[in-house]
């Protein structure tokens, strides 16, 4: 499997509010709170853990400049930079804002569970050392459902 890095850089380094909207106080609501502000199909995957279909996420394919959000809290997880092309069929990107993201195994211990650090949403999976060159050596693997793009220029100005 090859990788080509996103040749779309982030023009704008994150600015202090983004860092500390990514570093915040976590979110808590119940799930009727959340079944009331997300979409059946975002509840389902940010809440429920569940996955959408592979292939079929608006941002699978999608290198525009800008930051991708938490589509449940709004919390910045990904600049644009970081996306890549893995192949896989969801949106790939080799690391997140600092403190944005937490990792835990799944109950079975085969892989690694994202999670917004804000909200405890769903993001997907990360994988380590699959040969990607990346700087990390990582692969988050997000379900489109649960992140929300932001273009470059109203990016810039969160």
């Given at each position: 499997m090859y990788c080509y890095v996103s040749f779309c850089r982030c023009s704008s380094s994150i600015s202090e509010?983004?860092?500390?909207?990514?570093e915040s106080t976590p979110i808590h609501k119940t799930e009727e709170?959340?079944?009331?502000?997300?979409?059946?199909e975002q509840f389902?995957?940010?809440?429920?853990?569940g996955t959408e279909l592979k292939g079929t996420g608006?941002?699978?394919?999608?290198?525009?400049?800008?930051?991708?959000?938490?589509?449940?809290c709004?919390?910045?997880?990904?600049?644009?930079?970081?996306?890549f092309d893995s192949g896989c069929g969801w949106p790939a990107f080799f690391e997140g804002f600092p403190g944005a993201i937490n990792r835990s195994p799944d109950p079975d211990?085969?892989?690694?569970?994202?999670?917004?650090?804000?909200?405890d949403g769903h993001l997907g999976h990360v994988f380590k050392g699959?040969?990607?060159k990346t700087p990390t050596?990582?692969?988050?693997?997000?379900?489109?459902?649960?992140?929300?793009?932001?273009?470059g220029n109203a990016a810039a100005s969160t």
């Open positions: 509010k983004q860092r500390s909207m990514a709170e959340w079944k009331a502000i997300l979409s059946p389902r995957i940010l809440r429920q853990k608006e941002y699978n394919k999608f290198y525009e400049e800008g930051i991708y959000n938490c589509a449940g709004g919390t910045p997880l990904y600049k644009s930079s970081t996306k211990g085969r892989r690694t569970e994202i999670t917004c650090a804000a909200c699959e040969g990607f050596d990582e692969r988050h693997c997000v379900n489109s459902v649960s992140v929300k793009f932001i273009p």
